[in-house]
Each structure stands twice: as structure tokens, then as C-alpha cells.
């Protein structure tokens, strides 16, 4: 009797998993990985409970390497699709619907996406400097007045102001009070704001300063109106610079696709 070649050894049912397949080469297999369990986890092929496949079977089935496989464990424990339990490896965790919310830059991948996200931001942002208005003191209103005049200096440096006007809008996050929107906005500027890519798409250096002027005249409403104290006046200034702003992106936005066109013309 000939004998068969050896298989590898998987629970019951878990053969059918498509997760258990050699991975496609990548530039970075931890992702993929991650990607690869997060959709069994999601589809509901990988219930709430079950425990995975162990390292060595990972190992075997997709090709890859022992750090490789606990990168992606710890990527799906910190994004609470899986729990670990010492000497018993990791199972899918009882409410995988319940993950933090996350933002995948990479996603991003039309003006469309970025421009869903900065109506977001500017949600938060008018509630904040209302609430900034509302609590102002000499010491919450003295980061503001700082990172404004960071601005102007930078202005006047003929740079474009990127890292300055988000301290500035980040410090009146901070001057609300609450801690979760300076919190949320340092994420959702860290990883998804174009600052710099629109900024550079304005063509010549004195459209870039008239651009930066214009921003900064509603950096100063919003910044008197806090002073003040005025909640209502704080809330629209931020909300008529943050609506314009997002004028200003798809207007830039527009005028990068015609360029485009008109290059592959």
C-alpha cells in the first residue's frame, strides 16, 4: 500500500478557512495576515470564540514566520477582533463588532474619502472652540495666541504653515477642556488631513502667501472671538473658516484633475 504524504494537522472544519492558504508575497505580510483574519473574523467563518489556528499551523499554512504571525496577533488584539490567554493561545473575541474606531489612511483613496473626513473634523472643531470660548482662562487662552503668532512668523518665512495651523487648531481642541477632542483631532490630522498636498498644488509662491493671508484672517476671528468669551461668534468663526477650507480643497482638488487631463491630452 503506498503510503500518502503527511498533511498538515488542522482542527475540525478549520480546513475549510480560506485564511489557510500560502499568502501571496507582499511588501509587508503582517498586514496582509492581519487583513486576511480580521475578514474571516468579520464574514463570520471565525465565530466569536473560536480559537485560531496555533503559530505553527499559521506558520506552515501561509508561509511565513513566527514574528510575522505574532505582529498580526497583536495588531488583531489591539484592534479588539481577538484576546489572548496565556498557554492557550488566541480566540476570536466574544463581540468582534465591538472594535475601536480606526481610520485606514491607505482607504483614502479619492478626494471624495478625504473630504467625508475633514467634514468630520470640522464637527468637532466648532464644538471645540465654542467650548474653548465658554471656558476660556489667560492660561487656555495663551497657547492659542502663541500658535497664532507661530503662523504669522512662518508667513513671513514665506513656509507654509502646516505644522503651525494645526498647533493652532489643536490648541483650541486643548482649550475646551476635554481632552478627547484634542485627542481625536490630533488623529484625524495626524493620518488623514492633505494639508501639505494642497498647499503645494497652489501654483506660484504669491498665490500660496495670498492663500495663507486669507486663512490666517479667519485663524484671527476665531481667535478674538475665544478671547472674548463669545461661544456662539467662536462657534462660527471656526465654522466658516473650516467651510471655506473645505472649498478651498476641492476647488484645489478640481484643478489638479484638469492639470492631469490636460497632461494625458
Given at each position: 500500500m503506498t503510503r500518502q504524504p503527511s498533511t498538515l494537522a488542522v482542527p475540525l472544519g478549520a480546513d475549510k478557512l480560506t485564511l489557510l492558504r500560502p499568502l501571496r508575497p507582499a511588501r509587508n505580510l503582517t498586514e496582509e495576515l492581519v487583513a486576511r483574519i480580521a475578514a474571516e473574523i468579520r464574514g463570520g467563518r471565525l465565530a466569536p470564540g473560536a480559537r485560531l489556528p496555533t503559530e505553527q499551523k499559521l506558520m506552515a499554512a501561509m508561509g511565513v514566520s513566527r514574528t510575522v504571525v505574532r505582529e498580526a496577533v497583536s495588531a488583531l488584539r489591539a484592534e479588539g477582533l481577538v484576546t489572548t490567554r496565556q498557554g492557550s493561545g488566541a480566540f476570536v473575541a466574544a463581540d468582534a463588532s465591538r472594535v475601536p474606531f480606526r481610520i485606514d489612511p491607505e482607504g483614502l483613496s479619492s478626494i471624495e474619502d478625504v473630504l467625508e473626513v475633514m467634514e468630520l473634523r470640522l464637527a468637532i472643531e466648532v464644538e471645540a472652540a465654542a467650548l474653548a470660548a465658554e471656558r476660556m482662562t489667560p492660561e487656555s487662552l495663551a497657547p492659542i495666541g502663541r500658535a497664532l503668532r507661530a503662523i504669522e512668523a512662518a508667513i513671513d518665512r514665506d513656509e507654509s504653515a502646516i505644522s503651525e495651523d494645526f498647533a493652532f487648531h489643536r490648541a483650541i481642541a486643548v482649550a475646551s477642556g476635554n481632552p478627547r477632542f484634542?485627542?481625536?483631532?490630533?488623529?484625524?490630522?495626524?493620518?488623514?488631513?492633505?494639508?501639505?498636498?494642497?498647499?503645494v498644488a497652489v501654483s506660484t509662491p504669491e498665490e500660496q502667501r495670498q492663500y495663507?493671508?486669507?486663512?490666517?484672517?479667519?485663524?484671527?476671528?476665531?481667535?478674538?472671538?475665544?478671547?472674548?468669551?463669545?461661544?456662539?461668534e467662536?462657534?462660527?468663526?471656526?465654522?466658516?473658516?473650516l467651510t471655506r477650507s473645505l472649498k478651498r480643497y476641492r476647488r484645489l482638488a478640481e484643478r489638479q484633475q484638469l492639470d492631469v487631463g490636460e497632461d494625458k491630452a
Open positions: 484634542a485627542a481625536l483631532l490630533e488623529y484625524l490630522g495626524g493620518h488623514v488631513i492633505p494639508r501639505q498636498s494642497v498647499r495663507l493671508v486669507g486663512i490666517q484672517k479667519e485663524h484671527g476671528r476665531i481667535c478674538e472671538a475665544i478671547g472674548t468669551g463669545h461661544p456662539a467662536a462657534r462660527k468663526a471656526m465654522r466658516t473658516h
